[in-house]
T-cell receptor, first 112, second 113 residues
Framework: AQSVTQLGSHVSVSEGALVLLRCNYSSSVPPYLFWYVQYPNQGLQLLLKYTTGATLVKGINGFEAEFKKSETSFHLTKPSAHMSDAAEYFCAVSVQGFKTIFGAGTRLFVKA | DTAVSQTPKYLVTQMGNDKSIKCEQNLGHDTMYWYKQDSKKFLKIMFSYNNKELIINETVPNRFSPKSPDKAHLNLHINSLELGDSAVYFC????????????FGPGTRLTVT
């Protein structure tokens, strides 16, 4: 069965600093991996996804994530944080034909 | 044009009442979902329908009953509301079942007093 773990329920960075949100997954078959963002009082929206092919995936708003099979990780990064990045971020794993499992979420705070 | 819409956005009601939340998607997707998000932001899948057929039915009290009149609509009816039902409920859709990105509605904040 697949599962996903997000390390750190809260992450705080200064504006302009590197953003690193950690996600580890467990899956017995090649997974599809997603990062979603949820702004206050809104639904989730897709940031990026990994299906097959290139392991470095670029998404919206300058975010990217790298699929590392050996480490079973799919960490989300952004070189320079902006105040508007403050939100809740969810990592999710899915295996074709099965449901999508969401992580517990990481709240990103950006300090001025 | 809104892709996934839900009504109402806010719902305040008393214990014991029955309420419904409606969801519509105009993306032409085959699969729709209901999620419950608690106060700690944990997102739990409740139900999933594919072409009007129930395919996922998690451990949810039978007071919750989903209905899909067609593949563009998925409604959620809740009987005998309890305090613990207070949460934000999200509808979502995806092209097909499984490993496809999901498109979420804006959520319905249910408060049971």
């Amino acid at each position: 069965a697949q599962s996903v773990t997000q390390l750190g329920s809260h992450v705080s960075v200064s504006e302009g600093a590197l953003v690193l949100l950690r996600c580890n997954y467990s899956s017995s078959v090649p997974p599809y991996l997603f990062w979603y963002v949820q702004y206050p009082n809104q639904g989730l929206q897709l940031l990026l996804k990994y299906t097959t092919g290139a392991t470095l995936v670029k998404g919206i708003n300058g975010f990217e994530a790298e699929f590392k099979k050996s480490e079973t990780s799919f960490h989300l990064t952004k070189p320079s944080a902006h105040m508007s990045d403050a939100a809740e971020y969810f990592c999710a794993v899915s295996v074709q034909g099965f449901k999508t499992i969401f992580g517990a979420g990481t709240r990103l705070f950006v300090k001025a | 044009d809104t892709a996934v819409s839900q009504t109402p956005k806010y719902l305040v009601t008393q214990m014991g009442n029955d309420k419904s939340i409606k969801c519509e998607q105009n993306l032409g997707h085959d699969t729709m979902y209901w999620y419950k998000q608690d106060s700690k932001k944990f997102l739990k899948i409740m139900f999933s329908y594919n072409n009007k057929e129930l395919i996922i039915n998690e451990t949810v009290p039978n007071r919750f009953s989903p209905k899909s009149p067609d593949k563009a609509h998925l409604n959620l009816h809740i009987n005998s509301l309890e305090l613990g039902d207070s949460a934000v409920y999200f509808c979502a859709s995806s092209q097909r079942t499984g490993a496809y990105e999901q498109y979420f509605g804006p959520g319905t904040r249910l408060t049971v007093t």
